[in-house]
């Protein structure tokens, strides 16, 4: 069979749906590793980041400083954590999430015609 021999449509599809298929990680989202580590701390007067990196990176093989400190921002904005002399805190509100696990999707509910200036 020569080299430059054009591949049949079903290898094609085949090798395009593998592309597709990856492995599912096993570890949850960074939101949910933070939670779960300020929880497991119990420190009363709230968790700094470098332990909550720290926790994670023995919990789940994993650390990332700057998706950590990021994560944990979004999360004061969304107000399930508070900060308060760089220690973080569980508010108590819990994180509403939309469709498929996605948070702040709203559509406009404005329908018809624009209004002209």
């Known amino acids: 069979m020569e080299l430059d021999a054009p591949m049949p449509s079903g290898a094609r599809k085949a090798k395009k749906r593998a592309a597709k298929k990856r492995k599912r990680r096993n570890t949850p989202k960074y939101r949910d590793m933070i939670v779960k580590a300020i ?10 980041p470098q332990a909550i990196a720290k926790y994670i990176e023995h919990r ?18 969304k107000r399930v954590l508070s900060k308060y002399k760089g220690r973080v805190k ?28």
């Open 39 to 48: 929880k497991a701390l119990k420190e009363p007067k709230g968790c700094t």
């Open 60 to 77: 789940y093989k994993k650390r990332n400083d700057f998706v950590i400190k990021h994560v944990i921002n979004w999360l004061v904005q």
């Open 90 to 117: 569980i508010t108590g509100k819990k994180l509403k999430l939309g469709k498929r696990g996605r948070v702040g999707q709203k559509k406009s509910k404005r329908k018809g015609k624009r209004r002209r200036r």
